[in-house]
């Protein structure tokens, strides 16, 4: 199983990925690394790792479309069979959404459908979440459609809130679940545990 990654900045979670391929505790290949940002240290990571890495943004790729087909182009230049996004912070455009459907996965650190949607990203959901005087919080993989936060949940992890926790403290507990949810659901991909809608 190739995969095609999206991350826009620091990108532990690819990391944690590339690391479980490397381990041989996940059988894929990471085959390219997108990123809308030139400076991230997602980037950084791909060079370290030998892994084909472009940047593409609004930037590079101004037209309408335009930035959508060098998106799709690439992961179809590497062969790329399921589309993981790790912190990316734009939408995907109707060609890729199209041409992966069914195929693109997204992790999101709380427990969906609660605390989703257009601005609950970052800091912002912990924050939420700790506001609304919730006692656990967790992570959430799900498939990618048009709307933030909204497809299919495929797989999720549990973590308690604790009564002193700020953002940060709950962001920490988190991100160590996503580290490990991420690759285990790719692993249970490829051995056909778990069937993504084709
Ligand atoms: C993670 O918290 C993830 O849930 C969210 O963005 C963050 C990305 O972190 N979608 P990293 O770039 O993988 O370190």
Sequence with gaps: MNIGFLASHGGSNMQAIIDACKSGQLKATPAVVISNNGDSTT???????GIPRYYMSGKTHPGPGE????ILDAFLRHSVDIVVLAGYMKKLGPKTLSRFQGKILNIHPALLP?????????????????AAGERESGVTIHLVDEQYDTGAIIAQARVPVMPDDTPETLAARVLEQE?????????????????LPS
């Design 67 to 70: 930035l959508d087909q060098a």
């Design 114 to 130: 609660k605390f989703g949607g257009e601005g609950m990203y970052g800091m912002n959901v912990h924050k939420a979440v700790i």
């Design 179 to 195: 580290h490990l949810l991420y690759p285990e659901t790719l692993q249970r991909i490829v051995i056909g545990e778990l069937h």
């Design 43 to 49: 980037l950084a990571r791909a060079k370290t790792e």
